[in-house]
């Protein structure tokens, strides 16, 4: 084996701007005068890639030739956030930067800056493999993300002038992009369609089509760990460029098709999230990356061996499945395994089920993906009958257990009209995870249940994390200093558990102060950033309370707009005397899926609130709202060490995790939230005093289903409640247009799924104690802090770590 200490690479800021003033003459063609921050940006950029390719290759040699197992991260989404910053901190050369950027005339944030953030994800789950794969490489251990380059990323979202949210591409490649490496050379073919005839007593896949996967390699750097990890992101190329007979005839449109076709494949992300549309070109995505995945992944593990032993292959990886996105890789896997390299059906079988598992972000039973067995049949009728198969073997499994005929037609992975991919991926993986621990106490409760009987020993769950490096480091420089400074240390960047250290420095009022004038400086610092951005005066001395996330009903964005309208109404109505209002800026940020119509609705009302209460004179000073467009990575590093009031207050048992909430927890905003997802952990470590509880526990959440639901009690019942909803239904917020938001009233008061009017009185309650503590810095301050303290746990490490001893049973490399 070959040494464990990867090459370093030692540079001082003048070789570092050499660096940068050679690649800005050879690659970028320009000379140092003539280059614009654009340019100096993929300069430094590729400067600084180059300094990560040695330690990258030597931690592909130890991956492919050491004996630990990799791990693969199967996932439809990466939402990476801005590369340059991270990639300088990971590697250790932010000062060597700094100085040779500032050498080359330019301001290091303005370089920074000129990236264009790629958003490859639509929200948690995919800014969760971004985490995840930050903190494999940093703890050392070996790993393969393995996703889409999608040609447009998550839309970019402006908002017209009646508020309504608009949709444009987000293409995000028209900028020369400088960290992914595209390598035409280690291709894979994928194909689709056609049919299955028997050769030989054999199964014969015929396919109709096929594309071309072409990777595109990211390199992932751990921090301070020497490794540099793969993102390994494919890219759909046609095959044929183009059919020459057709373009002869001069049917130029007809000769790029099959191009248009292959190239449609990687076009673009879908922006649902959390609420999966069963489209043919999704299927044809996910069957895409993950076929080019399990193949690249042998060509890795087996170099140039044309018969390799694959019943190692669970020594050498473990693939980790991001919700149900990637499941077809079971099926698939065993097609490999049978038609490609003529292993039975058992062996291929052990292969498969210790190779795989599965991770499970939700509790909507919408959110589980099934596939009509038609479109399988159509696009891959190969492994519509392997699933069939698993599905036979499975039944006879469960019968064999004793199962209850009616409990295996429940828990049937194939119908015969569908497939259900939640239930494949259970059967097909070793084990299955929530992602907070209420949420997998439910799954094995409700949604798995079934599962949960049969195979307890597969459930486990894993707290999600989030990465200090990005979010705590990168996003708050001031706090990182000061929490260096309480510690004595800078080690809780590796091990952010460190944190508990400052738990003794709440007592020290001079301490407390130092951490109130981070944050009075970070909302100074957001507001240039707002003004810079999105035009707006804002004013600092109001409490910063900040809702950000996808926009979805269960997350009840409009339990917060219509707790606004109350105050407003009472601010108006001269209900509180002047001397009682706190001033508050309440920001809002979320996209809705371009097809859902109550959250775009939502989105239209939350913007005209904004106009009518941003411009009446009668609340100058005591409140605003703002709905900042196109929530994104940059936005949250930026507005949340900004943020003093988080609100996480979805429906309880709807949630499954959250991790805006730990960001804010280790930003130091307090956190006003029901008892869903990981908002329970958070409140259990940083002290019930310290979190501001409210509403119905997903035991009263339940019983009120039972009984019958009905929200227009609850809004007869509380007048300010009545009276905020009575606004939006008369026109307040629509010029006097009763009919603008009637959807939106029609289905609070008559259905109202997720319980916002239930939960309403609770929230409105509980702002007096919010106002009541804020009134006192000091204490309000000595809490913030408290909550930075008490959150190291909620580090992607130790999500990850948890991964390593619960599911993947490996560890770094030596
Ligand atoms: I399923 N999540 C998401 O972002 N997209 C999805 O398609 C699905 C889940 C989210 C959950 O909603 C969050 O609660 C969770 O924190 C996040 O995944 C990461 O686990």
Known sequence: MTEITAPKSPVTADQFADEIREQLKYTQNVTPEQATAADVYVAASKAVRNHLADA????QADTVNGNTKAVGYFSAEFLMGKQLENALLNAGLTDQFDSAVEALGFQPKDIIDAEYEPGLGNGGLGRLAACFIDSLASLGVPAFGYGI????????????????????????????EPWGHIDYNRDQKVSFGGEVVEENGKKVWKPAWSVRAVPVDYLVPGYKSQRVNTLRLWTAKSYDEFDLLAFNRSEYMDAVKPQVKAENISKILYPE????????LRLEQQYFFVSASLHDAIRVFYPGQDKPDLTTFPNKITFQLNDTHPVIGIPELMRIL??????????????????????????????????PASLIGELLPRHLEIIEKINEQFEDELKGKGVADET???????????????????????????????????????????????YPAKFTNVTNGVTPRRFVKLANPGLSDLITEGLGTDKWLS???????????????????????????????????????????IDENTMFNTMVKRLHEYKRQSLKILAVISKYAAIKNGTVSADDILPRTVFFGAKAAPGYYLAKMTIQLINNVSKVVNNDPDVKGKLAVHMLPNYNIEMAQNLIPATELDEQISQAGKEASGTGNMKFALNGALTVGTLDGANVEIRERVG??????????????????ADGYDPAKYYEADPRL??????????????????????????????????TLADFSAYADIQAEIEKLYRDPLEWNRKALLNVANSGFFSSDRSIEDYLERIWHTGPLA
């Open 338 to 371: 049978i038609d490609e390299y003529d292993y039975d059906w058992d062996t291929a079988w052990d292969i498969t089920v210790k190779t795989f598992n599965y991770t499970c972000h939700t509790l909507l039973p919408e959110a589980l993906e099934v596939w």
């Open 408 to 454: 295996i037609e429940r828990m049937r992975i194939y119908t015969g009209d569908s497939v259900r991919m939640a239930y494949l991926a259970t059967y097909g993986g070793s084990h299955v995870n929530g992602v907070a621990a209420l949420h997998s106490q439910l799954l094995k409760d409700m949604t798995l249940k079934d599962f949960s009987d049969v």
């Open 149 to 176: 380059q999608y040609k447009y990323g998550i839309f970019k979202q402006t908002f017209d002038e009646n508020g309504k949210q608009v949709e444009t591409p987000d293409y995000w490649l028209n900028n020369e």
């Open 56 to 59: 990258w290759f030597k931690t």
């Open 722 to 755: 009545k009276q905020a909803i009575d606004l939006v239904a008369n026109g307040t917020f629509s010029n006097g247009d009763r009919n603008a938001y009637a959807p939106l009233v029609a289905d609070w008061l008559t259905k109202d799924w997720f319980m």
């Open 688 to 705: 019930a005093e310290n979190f501001f509880l409210f509403g119905m526990t997903v035991d009263e959440v339940e019983k009120l289903y």
């Open 273 to 280: 999230d959390s609420t999966k549309v069963g489209k043919e």
């Open 495 to 537: 091990d952010l558990e460190l944190l508990e250290g400052l738990a003794p420095l709440a007592k020290d009022d001079e301490f407390v102060k130092k951490f109130a004038a981070v944050k009075a400086a970070n909302k100074h610092a957001f507001v240039g950033f707002a003004k810079d951005h999105y035009g707006l005066d």
